[in-house]
């Protein structure tokens, strides 16, 4: 059964990081770009970052380039974001989402292109 599962969100203080893991089963990361996506209350899924399988380029957000990191472990099956200097506005259920040779460009990582989803975990950041 293919499985997307993130954990690691939490509380956490405004400057503040965590790291987000994605880790799969089923099937095998190698050839498969994964997206983290973020949803806040009342507003659309956002596109966060993305990684390729293929040469492992990224894509972020402007929003959080500088400040959040993905990388993955392909011997583990798992995909990270390193999220750092987190602020209020970075509050939302984060996603992973995988699809198979899909290329991670400037353009941005979108849902509909997406082909297995993560049920999400919820970062918080309060002071």
């Known amino acids: 059964q293919v499985q997307l599962v993130e954990s690691g969100g939490g509380l956490v203080q405004p400057g503040g990081s965590l790291r987000l893991s994605c880790a799969a089963s089923?099937?095998?990361?190698?050839?498969?770009?994964i997206g983290w996506f973020r949803q806040a209350p009342g507003k659309e899924r956002e596109g966060v970052s993305c990684?390729?399988?293929?040469?492992?380029?990224?894509y972020y957000a402007d929003s959080v380039k500088g400040r959040f990191t993905i990388s993955r472990d392909n011997a583990k099956n798992t995909v990270y974001l390193q999220m750092d200097s987190l602020k209020p506005d970075d509050t939302a259920v984060y996603f992973c989402?995988?699809?198979?040779?899909?290329?991670?460009?400037?353009?941005?990582?979108?849902?509909?292109?997406?082909?297995?989803w993560g049920k999400g975990t919820l970062v918080t950041v309060s002071s």
């Open positions: 989402a995988a699809r198979p040779f899909y290329y991670c460009s400037d353009y941005g990582v979108f849902a509909d292109a997406m082909d297995y």
């Open positions: 089923g099937f095998t990361l190698d050839y498969y770009a």
């Open positions: 990684i390729s399988s293929s040469d492992g380029s990224t």
